[in-house]
């Protein structure tokens, strides 16, 4: 182990990490403010990096194919609102459950019609195909704009929140909306356009996530259970909650998977260690959870309104 390697993965971390909020501040948004819980976020993520890889398939655009994939989302997520979730604002969570669950299935299989079985890849963009240098440490340029284009979205998230007429209605329109209706703002348009919002942001993940990963059906499952331990651990309903336990959840996966392994054989046998850190470090981020509950049940930074 030595400071190079820490790092690294201190970056992989903190990349893994921004990922998580892209996903993570939808998603808080539209269970923490609407009280809706949706299970299909995951299925958008996914729709978003098929959206951006058919895109930049046709166009060899990269920049091309990220618009794609917020538009597309914006899009479907305006559809699927209109469609299926008004209908299921006043109903419990278990109806809530029960629907989104099925969407996931119509989604895994809509892709499978469309873009058959085996997974598609998107290409990292040329212009960001090489390394940087920080302080003498080369980094990969396209996980570098992961990080960045991450910080972005979280402070422009912020200010829209915090800062902006909008954010003060989405606030107070979470509290009383029926107290905000009466006020003449047209809470159904709010509520639509806050569940786009998170859908477009997911499809965002889906586009920087695909030079990554493999682009196939069934990649926002796993997903969206990390992001709900970011909302929850964050607290629900919180945008900066969800940034800051998602670099805690994302550096705390990273460092895990790498170095417990290693730490392990310090104190165990080789191959004791070699068997019981993986699955040791892939339980890191529940346990993390349960000790914030056990703690804070209302995260570690709970919505302020």
Same mark, same amino acid.
């Given at each position: 182990?030595?400071? /190079? ?11 893994? %990490? ?8 939808? @998603? ?17 993520? $996914? ?49 809530? *459950?029960?629907? /989104? ?13 469309? #873009? ?11 212009? @960001? ?28 998230? #912020? ?66 259970? /990390? ?24 550096? *705390?996966? /990273? $460092? ?10 310090? *104190? ?8 019981? %850190? ?16 056990? #703690? ?10």
């Amino acid at each position: 182990m030595n400071s /190079t390697l820490v790092f690294a993965q201190l970056l992989n971390g903190l990349q893994y %990490g921004v990922l998580l909020f892209l996903l993570a501040a939808g @998603l808080t948004l539209v269970f923490g403010i609407m009280s809706f819980v949706n299970l299909a976020h995951g299925s958008l993520y $996914m729709m978003g990096a098929y959206f951006a890889a058919t895109a930049f398939q046709y166009t060899g655009s990269f920049g091309l194919a990220v618009l794609a994939a917020m538009l597309g989302s914006l899009l479907l997520g305006l559809a699927l609102e209109f469609v299926a979730v008004a209908r299921l604002y006043r109903r419990d969570h278990l109806d809530h *459950v029960l629907a /989104t669950f099925g969407l996931v299935l119509f989604f895994n299989e809509l892709v499978r019609i469309i #873009w058959g079985a085996q997974p598609v890849f998107l290409q990292v963009p040329e212009f @960001l195909g090489g390394a940087i240098d920080i302080g003498g440490f080369s980094y990969p340029a396209y996980r570098f704009a992961i990080i960045v284009v991450g910080l972005v979205v979280a402070i422009g998230s #912020w200010l829209l929140i915090n800062k902006t007429r909008v954010g003060m209605l989405i606030r107070a329109g979470a509290v009383n909306p029926a107290m905000v209706a009466a006020l003449g703002v047209n809470i159904r348009l709010l509520n639509a356009m806050l569940f786009a919002v998170g859908a477009m942001l997911a499809g965002l993940a889906g586009a920087m996530a695909g030079p990554i990963l493999s682009v196939q059906s069934g990649m926002g499952e796993s997903v969206l259970i /990390t992001t709900l331990v970011v909302i929850v651990i964050g607290g629900i309903g919180s945008v900066t909650g969800a940034f800051y336990a998602a670099l805690i959840v994302g550096i *705390v996966d /990273t $460092m895990g998977r790498v170095f417990l392994p290693f730490l392990l054989r310090q *104190v165990t046998e080789r191959s004791f260690a070699d068997a019981a %850190g993986p699955a040791l470090a892939s339980m890191l981020v529940y346990l993390l959870m349960a000790v914030v509950l056990a #703690w804070r049940p209302q995260g570690l930074f709970p919505a302020n309104r």
